[in-house]
């Protein structure tokens, strides 16, 4: 006799300052959930870090009296900072990522010449995600899906009919993610793509972002069967090559992420500040043309 899967309930927390949305996963009021890309406000004018978007995640959480089993991260993220050592202290739970974050690491130890003491093994984080490994959420079982191209890293979390893409692509009428991050490669991302919308047609798709066209009102959800016929970059009948060539033209008219220069080191950090300096101040580095 088998048990039927669990689908989960989902609540997206949109942050309309970085465009992100972050997702509280879980079978029921009461349950065990997991936190999905969560972000820490910061200020690029001041420098200043605030926790108005973590907390809305608090408010929903204890409002629904749940129980944090899983603080996760689909990459480490150029676009915004991650809240998940906040969340941690006034939640509990355990931090995790895929397990490739470990050359994202080293790429970027070098690039922003971090200390000698930085580990480029992912320790930071309490576990690393190997590809189809299962994740325990309560009642709910999940698992890893490996899908780099964004980034060397990238992976997407399955929870029954749910799966969280992060920024493999996004809602139809945006596309997909740039490649052209240190690491990413166009190839790549489309076979991940590929991997995704072979699920079923009903599979809920929920994106890490939404950058809305057109004035329409901000969406994060949408479906496999959805993005198959409609998605502007790779619905059905897109081939290998004319995606590559797609990407690549458009990834070199692209301006960098507003904070990707503070986000990404302090995301491979699994979201703890550089340690601080003989004045007590942690400092986010800002290497001169190297990018």
């Given at each position: ?6 689908n ?7 942050d ?7 997702y ?12 999905i ?12 870090t605030s926790h ?18 899983w603080i ?6 150029a ?23 470990s050359?994202v690491?080293?790429?970027?130890k ?10 480029q ?14 994740i325990?959420?309560?009642g ?7 899908v ?11 929870f ?6 992060g ?12 490649c ?17 919308l ?19 009102p901000?969406?994060f959800?949408?479906t ?16 290998e ?10 990834d ?7 904070l ?22 942690s ?9």
């Amino acid at each position: 006799m088998t048990t039927a899967t669990v689908n989960p309930l989902v609540h997206g927390i949109f942050d309309p300052a970085t465009w992100t949305v972050t997702y509280v996963v879980y079978e029921k009021s009461g349950s065990a959930c997991a936190i999905i890309d969560s972000v820490l406000d910061y200020d690029p004018k001041s420098g200043r870090t605030s926790h108005h978007s973590a907390d809305k995640v608090i408010e929903f959480v204890k409002a629904n009296n749940l129980n944090v089993a899983w603080i996760l991260e689909t990459h480490a993220h150029a676009d915004h900072l991650t809240a998940a050592p906040y969340l941690k202290q006034h939640l509990g739970g355990q931090t995790a990522i895929g397990d490739h974050i470990s050359g994202v690491q080293k790429v970027f130890k070098g690039i922003f010449n971090m200390e000698s003491s930085f580990k480029q093994d992912g320790s930071q984080f309490d576990h690393l995600f190997k590809d189809g490994e299962s994740i325990g959420v309560g009642g709910l079982t999940g698992h890893t899906m490996y899908v780099p191209g964004h980034t060397p890293a990238c992976v997407a979390y399955q929870f029954g009919d749910a799966v969280f893409v992060g920024d493999t692509m996004f809602m139809p009428d945006v596309g997909t993610a740039r490649c052209d991050f240190p690491g990413g490669d166009a190839k790549t991302l489309y076979a991940s793509t590929r991997k995704i919308l072979s699920l079923p047609p009903a599979t809920r798709l929920f994106m890490c972002h939404d950058y809305p066209p057109n004035g329409r009102p901000v969406n994060f959800e949408t479906t496999v069967a959805e993005q198959k016929a409609k998605n502007i970059h790779v619905h059905d009948g897109i081939t290998e090559a004319q995606f590559v060539e797609m990407r690549t033209k458009r990834d070199a008219t692209l301006d960098m992420p507003v904070l990707i220069l503070p986000a990404v080191q302090i995301n491979i950090r699994a979201g703890e500040l550089p340690p601080k300096e003989d004045n007590g101040i942690s400092y986010a580095k800002i290497p001169l043309n190297a990018l």
